[in-house]
């Protein structure tokens, strides 16, 4: 995505007709269902829905439907993991991010786990995306958490926070939030400044979210190549369990960890969310111009 990426007034509403259209061609998809049945499905003529979509994401309904399929699925994981090696081996950060976003993860110290956040000042706003609606919270030292909002969760945003940082001072500051909104979904080509992410979690956690920060845009690995990347090949149960913990969507890629047969898995902010945000970034590599 790029600074050319607009976000009006009906985005969310479109995202979630979106996401439904997505979830009935993922549970119908061997039947391959009509375009015409999809619209049906989300209550739109298939005039309206096949010009929404393409509004949305750039390109038609199943041009993007064959960027979330199981052979599309596989053959990005082998693409990825010898991407992987290249990088690995070199040294270098991950690649073939969109304007050089790219992301620093600092990690809290035990003692400051411990504390539940006392003397952190946390701000924090709701904003839209194309994604739907999200919180972002920050801290002087970073941004510790992004958060996909689904309608029950909009009016329990701070409670959320609060359960996470239960003694940090956390104030609704929209505009704190904003730019960093800006910088995540509409950036700046050339930006050479690193979005840091403050983050706590156990050893075990951290090492898995640096390792996903290695997987690049339109790529995806799974939940066993991630595990014998941070050297515990047989603990990709305990890393599905790390992507769930990830308090930063999106920034932190746990979108882009999958089953090796293909499969999504799990998302803690939903599986449609997973299936959009995958098929955006496959097509972000493949069509530049069509997420712009």
Request: proline fraction near 5%.
């Amino acid at each position: 995505m790029n600074s050319a990426v607009e976000i009006n007034l009906d985005d969310s509403e479109t995202y979630e007709r979106i996401a439904k259209a997505i979830a009935f061609m993922r549970q119908n998809y061997l039947h391959q269902p009509a375009l015409a049945t999809i619209a049906q499905h989300i209550h739109l003529s298939e005039y309206h829905f096949q010009r929404l979509f393409t509004r949305w994401v750039g390109i038609s309904p199943k041009r993007f439907w064959q960027y979330l399929t199981l052979e599309y699925a596989k053959s990005k994981i082998a693409e990825t993991t010898n991407l992987l090696d290249l990088t690995l081996e070199a040294g270098l950060s991950s690649p073939g991010r969109l304007h050089d976003l790219f992301v620093k993860l600092e990690a809290m110290s035990p003692g400051e786990f411990k504390t539940g956040g006392r003397g952190l000042q946390i701000r924090y706003g709701i904003h839209e995306t194309p994604f739907g609606e999200c919180l972002i919270a920050t801290t002087s030292r970073g941004i510790c958490n992004l958060h996909f909002l689904d309608a029950t969760y909009k009016d329990r945003a701070e409670q959320m926070l609060r359960s996470e940082w239960p003694n940090a001072d956390i104030v609704q500051e929209q505009l704190a939030t904003q730019t960093i909104r800006d910088r995540i979904f509409a950036p700046v080509a050339g930006n050479p400044k690193p979005l840091v992410v403050f983050v706590k979690g156990t050893n075990f956690q951290i090492q898995v979210w640096r390792a996903l920060l290695k997987v690049p845009l339109g790529g995806v690995t799974t939940y066993q190549s991630l595990a014998a990347a941070i050297g515990r090949p047989t603990a990709a149960r305990a890393v599905g369990n790390a992507l769930g913990s990830n308090p930063v969507a999106y920034l932190i890629p746990c979108h882009r960890v999958i089953r090796e047969s293909g499969d999504l898995g799990g998302y803690r902010w939903g599986l449609e969310r997973k299936a959009v945000l995958l098929g955006w970034e496959a097509i972000s590599q493949q069509y530049p111009k069509a997420v712009q």
